[in-house]
């Protein structure tokens, strides 16, 4: 299998559009979880590796802590909530193979919060294709242009994976002068 490059700088960049993209739906998860502060933890250690930390044990230990919140959370949307801290966490650690599914470490936080405002808003579809709108606007032309270095997003993975293909195409077809 084929490797794509990619720079400590680029892992940076995408790692910020992630953190960016999890904070929206923040509020989703500590209304649920008042008390948790895992979700937050994670994405401000994602934060801390986007401004120039180094990327660790502790990272990836506030990313598997986030997925872990995940599972204690009592509503749907909190969980996906949850899932959005973890992906922007996790970003740090995309790897460099040429594979789609490693479209989920750039994409994933961006599904996850536009999934977790669609259950709040009683499961209103509009309402994620609004959150992908915002998404594709906060995406920097650096991070569309590591999205670019690997295949497109796979089939599968419920409407996560649906999402994650309606922000990857739009991402895709964006020129960088935009």
């Not at 490059?5 to 008042?34: H, N």
């Not at 599972?71 to 193979?97: C, I, Q, V």
């Not at 992908?132 to 650096?142: D, G, I, K, N, Y």
Request: hydrophobic share 45%; aromatic share 4%; proline share 3%.
């Amino acid at each position: 299998m084929s490797e794509i490059a990619l720079s400590k700088q680029d892992l940076r960049e995408v790692t910020a559009f992630t953190a960016a993209c999890a904070e929206v739906v923040l509020e989703v998860f500590e209304g649920d979880q008042p008390d948790d502060l895992r979700r937050r933890d994670a994405i401000g250690a994602a934060w801390e590796f986007a401004r120039g930390g180094e990327r660790g044990k502790a990272l990836r230990d506030k990313a598997w802590a986030a997925l872990k919140a995940a599972k204690s959370a009592d509503t749907a949307a909190a969980r996906e909530s949850a899932r959005a801290a973890m992906s922007a966490a996790g970003a740090a650690y995309l790897h460099p193979l040429a594979k789609g599914t490693q479209v989920k470490h750039i994409l994933g936080a961006g599904a996850y919060a536009a999934r977790a405002a669609e259950l709040v808003a009683d499961d209103d579809r509009s309402v994620g294709a609004e959150h992908l709108e915002q998404t594709v606007h906060r995406a920097t032309p650096a991070v569309v242009d590591v999205l670019k270095r690997f295949p497109t997003a796979p089939s599968g993975g419920g409407r996560v994976g649906e999402l994650i293909r309606m922000l990857d195409a739009d991402l895709r077809s964006l020129t960088l002068a935009e």
